[in-house]
């Protein structure tokens, strides 16, 4: 399968577009990390992938039937997405929230099934968060919401998953665990688009890299070609320099001047 966006373009304000015909593919089996500096379009371009926003101009499909002729349901079905920031209206637990991926599953005015909350307690597991299922979401820290957020992500069983940031506020173990169960269920044919601040986690657990620049996508591909020093100056505007360039890890860091 292939979530496809062909010349995707968007503005908040008129005559100040935020996204100018973006085109990129994301396939089952594959991670693809979304990288740039702030204001260069990332989120927006998700959400338009996500069927959350409507692109003024170009289209995104879904196995080349558009993803607008989906129904509400049927798009939860096919993509999930994980958003930055999330407050429920009420006070929910931990394993409530996650359940709430099930949400494409369950018919009107039913019930969860045991399959649905089946789904919710292995998607805790594989994040680790079985100790947080009874814990009021309201108690969590930003970035226990956010390894939240991801179960619930991940409890919905989409064909593609979306996840905003979802390294932001987590300590190096979670970022860890989060890519790292991502990228198990990546192995199994799930597709993933991860916009991220990290170069260096890119590199880490990316299939390709698409690099982001005024509403534009500077360039993509191999994540190696795209996270080195000559595409991240241009779309920082500052140096980077390479450690342990060679066989081994890899990182790239700020050049101090």
């Known amino acids: 399968m292939r979530l496809w966006a062909e010349g995707l373009a968007y503005a908040y304000v008129p005559g100040r577009p935020v996204l100018q015909g973006v085109s990129l593919e994301i396939r089952?089996?594959?991670?693809?990390f979304l990288l740039g500096p702030n204001g260069s379009g990332k989120t927006t371009f998700l959400d338009c992938l996500g069927g959350l926003r409507a692109p003024q101009k170009g289209a995104v499909s879904l196995d080349d039937r558009p993803l607008a002729a989906f129904s509400p349901r049927q798009r939860a079905r096919a993509v999930g997405y994980v958003p930055q920031f999330h407050e429920p209206p009420f006070n929910f637990t931990?394993?409530?929230?996650?359940?709430?991926?099930?949400?494409?599953?369950?018919?009107?005015?039913?019930?969860?099934s045991a399959n649905d909350r089946r789904?919710?307690?292995?998607?805790?597991?594989?994040l680790?968060?079985?100790g947080?299922?009874?814990?009021?979401?309201?108690?969590?820290?930003?970035?226990?919401?956010?390894?939240?957020?991801?179960?619930?992500?991940?409890?919905?069983?989409?064909?593609?998953?979306?996840?905003?940031?979802?390294?932001?506020?987590?300590?190096?173990?979670?970022?860890?665990?989060?890519l790292q169960a991502t990228g198990e269920l990546v192995r199994g044919g799930l597709g993933v688009a991860v916009t991220s601040h990290s170069p260096n986690?890119?590199?880490?657990?990316?299939?390709?890299?698409?690099?982001?620049?005024?509403?534009?996508?500077?360039?993509?591909?191999?994540?190696?070609?795209?996270v080195s020093p000559g595409p991240l100056e241009r779309a920082y505007g500052i140096p980077f320099v390479v450690v342990g360039d060679g066989a081994g890890p890899r990182a790239v860091l700020p050049a101090l001047t």
């Open 28 to 32: 089952s089996g594959e991670t693809v």
């Open 94 to 112: 931990a394993w409530e929230v996650v359940l709430m991926g099930r949400a494409p599953y369950v018919r009107l005015l039913s019930q969860p």
């Open 119 to 126: 789904a919710a307690d292995e998607a805790l597991g594989e």
């Open 128 to 130: 680790g968060l079985d």
């Open 132 to 178: 947080f299922r009874s814990r009021p979401y309201y108690t969590l820290s930003g970035g226990e919401r956010r390894l939240v957020l991801v179960a619930r992500g991940l409890a919905q069983g989409a064909a593609f998953l979306l996840l905003d940031e979802p390294d932001a506020h987590l300590d190096p173990a979670n970022q860890h665990r989060v």
């Open 201 to 226: 986690n890119a590199l880490l657990y990316a299939d390709r890299v698409a690099l982001f620049a005024h509403g534009q996508i500077l360039t993509q591909g191999d994540p190696h070609d795209v």
